[in-house]
């Protein structure tokens, strides 16, 4: 009687469990916030520090993969916003990230070390950023 008893106990404990005929099927909701930030027009996440490049076609974090470049007049109490550089597989171009979420633009190689595009020139060589024809950024090379 008792093992009978204890397999009836036993089943009624298992059944009680398995309630997931209950359970909602889908609790996710499509409506809700994005986990991680918006995404832009090119599905990067900004959240990620993930900007659109033109010469990689992709979303890339210009900090891990681009070459720094600092401002070279810094005020006493100014922060330190750097611009940042990628180049292309062949080095034929540059694409130039500008502090401050300002566009960034293409500049092609015009001789053996000098990037230009309209006001911009960056001397490969010299790793400086020239706009204007005035050095603005320079590049930490040793």
Request: net charge neutral.
């Given at each position: ?8 106990f ?5 059944l009680?469990?398995n309630?997931?005929a209950?359970?909602?099927?889908d609790s996710h ?12 027009n ?6 990620a520090?993930?900007s ?5 076609q ?6 891990n ?9 810094i ?7 750097s611009a ?6 062949d ?17 092609k190689?015009?001789?053996k070390n000098?990037?230009?595009y ?13 706009i204007?024809?005035?050095e603005?950024?320079?590049?930490n090379?040793e």
């Amino acid at each position: 009687m008792k093992r009978f008893t204890l397999s009836i106990f036993c089943a009624a404990t298992i059944l009680a469990c398995n309630k997931s005929a209950d359970a909602p099927q889908d609790s996710h909701n499509d409506n809700g916030p994005i986990l991680g930030g918006k995404k832009d027009n090119h599905g990067c996440l900004s959240s990620a520090g993930q900007s659109w490049s033109e010469l990689k076609q992709d979303c890339i974090q210009v900090f891990n993969q681009g070459f720094r470049l600092n401002p070279i007049e810094i005020g006493k109490d100014q922060e330190v916003i750097s611009a940042f550089i990628i180049y292309n597989d062949d080095h034929s171009k540059i694409e130039l990230f500008l502090p401050n979420g300002s566009d960034q633009m293409i500049l092609k190689k015009v001789d053996k070390n000098t990037y230009g595009y309209s006001n911009y020139k960056y001397d490969s060589n010299k790793s400086i950023l020239y706009i204007n024809g005035a050095e603005k950024y320079k590049g930490n090379i040793e």
